[in-house]
């Protein structure tokens, strides 16, 4: 950690959200859809990464291919707010994605926040 004021630890929840690239909502990629939405419910940050291997329950090995242009590899979207506002945004995924993706959420101890515009943790 960076020198500077200390803050005190908050408690605050991470969500994770595992799904696929060629995953669709609505008719938009996923990821582009998920990130939007949690960025409309005002939630105090989130951050998307795709993966460069991986498996889901249905055991099928996800990897990029070098004469596709698109695939179906792993993304993960990260998000952390406050407990209660991170289980409202758990409620609208159902409707978002019905029948896919794994949703995990932690309890973490935010110790740093820079301060924007999201009434977070």
């Known amino acids: 950690m960076s020198a500077g ?17 060629s995953d669709r909502v609505g008719g938009r990629p996923a990821a582009e859809a998920l990130l939007s939405a949690a960025h409309d419910a005002g939630l105090a940050g989130a951050t998307l990464f795709r993966g460069s291997l991986g498996f889901g329950a249905d055991s099928v090995l996800h990897q990029p291919h070098p004469f596709r242009l698109s695939g179906d ?49």
Do not use: H, M
Request: net charge negative; glycine share 12%; aromatic share 4%.
């Open 73 to 121: 590899l792993p993304v993960v979207l990260e998000v952390v707010d406050e407990q209660q506002r991170i289980d409202a945004f758990v409620e609208q995924l159902g409707r978002l994605l019905p029948g896919g993706g794994l949703v995990t959420v932690e309890r973490v101890n935010v110790l740093r926040q820079a301060q924007g515009r999201g009434s977070g943790p």
């Open 5 to 21: 004021a200390p803050t005190a630890a908050r408690d605050a929840a991470l969500l994770r959200v595992f799904f696929g690239e």
